[in-house]
C-alpha cells in the first residue's frame, strides 16, 4: 500500500496537468479570427492601370507591381494604399483580440494561459515583413532587410507567412502537437500562397476570376484553411468537454 500511494499521487497529478492543460487551450480561437481576417482581405486586392504600365497590380502591403507587355515582369514601387492600411489595422487588432480573448477564458475558467508571446512575436514578424518589402527598403534605405526573394513578396502575401510562423509560437505555449503539425500543414499552404498563383488551378476546376482579383484563390485557400483548423480543433474541445461530464 505504501508503494502504490505514491504511484497513485502522481496519475492524479499528472491527470490533473492534463486536464488544466485542456482546459486553457483556447487556440481554436485565433485559428477561427484570422481564418476570417485572411480572408476578408480579399477585396482589397485590386487592379487599376497607370500610365506607362499595362496594368498596376495593388498588392500590398506597401507594394505596387507595374505588369508591362512581359507577365513576368515587376517593378516595385509607390504604396499599396488600401491593401497596406488593411493589413497594418487587421493583423495588430487581430493580436490584441486573441490576447482579450485569453484574458476572457482566464476569468471564466480560473485557468491562465500563456499567449502574450504569441502575440508578440506575431507584431515583430508583420513589423519585420512589412520592413522588408521592395518600396519600404528602397524608401528607407533598410538595406539589411533587402534580402526576401522577389517571388516571395511579389503577390504581396507575406503577412499569411506571419501567421505561420507566430502559429508555432503559440503551439510551443500551448504543448500541442496538434496545433504544431497543424502550423507546419499552414506554412506549406502560405508558402504555396506566396510562390503560385493558385488561380491556375481553379481555372482548370472552371472557376474564373475577374482580371482585377487573382489573388482571391491565393487568399482564400489560405483563410479557409485557417477557418477550417479551427473550427476542427474548436468541435474537438467541445466533444472533449461532454464526454468528461
Known amino acids: 500500500m505504501e508503494a502504490e500511494e505514491p504511484a497513485q499521487l502522481l496519475a492524479a497529478a499528472t491527470r490533473a496537468a492534463k486536464r488544466t492543460r485542456e482546459a486553457r487551450r483556447g487556440f481554436w480561437f485565433p485559428l477561427v479570427l484570422f481564418g476570417i481576417i485572411v480572408i476578408g482581405a480579399a477585396p482589397w486586392y485590386r487592379a487599376t492601370t497607370a500610365t ?72 515583430v514578424l508583420f513589423a519585420l515583413a512589412v520592413l522588408a518589402t521592395p ?4 524608401r528607407w534605405s533598410l538595406d539589411p532587410l533587402a534580402h526576401l526573394p522577389g517571388d516571395l513578396v511579389l503577390r504581396g502575401l507575406t503577412p499569411l507567412l506571419v501567421i505561420a510562423l507566430a502559429l508555432f509560437v503559440l503551439a510551443r505555449l500551448e504543448r500541442s502537437l496538434p496545433l504544431t503539425a497543424f502550423a507546419a500543414l499552414f506554412l506549406v499552404v502560405a508558402l504555396v500562397s506566396n510562390l503560385y498563383d493558385v488561380e491556375n488551378q481553379t481555372a482548370s476546376l472552371g472557376w474564373t ?12 485557400l489560405s483563410g479557409f ?21
Open 52 to 123: 506607362g504600365c499595362a496594368q498596376v497590380v495593388q498588392v500590398g502591403p506597401l507594394v505596387e507591381i507595374c505588369h508591362a507587355h512581359d507577365p513576368g515582369f515587376g517593378v516595385p514601387g509607390g504604396d499599396s494604399g488600401d491593401a497596406t492600411l488593411y493589413w497594418l489595422i487587421a493583423v495588430v487588432l487581430g493580436y490584441a483580440v486573441t490576447v482579450a480573448f485569453y484574458q476572457w477564458r482566464r476569468f471564466r475558467t480560473g485557468v491562465a494561459g500563456r499567449v502574450l508571446p504569441y502575440a508578440l512575436a506575431g507584431v
Open 209 to 220: 476570376t475577374p482580371q482585377d482579383s487573382t489573388m482571391v484563390p491565393n487568399l482564400w
Open 225 to 245: 484553411t485557417l477557418l477550417l483548423g479551427g473550427i476542427g480543433f474548436g468541435l474537438a474541445v467541445v466533444a472533449r468537454s461532454r464526454g468528461r461530464r
Open 135 to 138: 518600396t519600404a527598403t528602397q
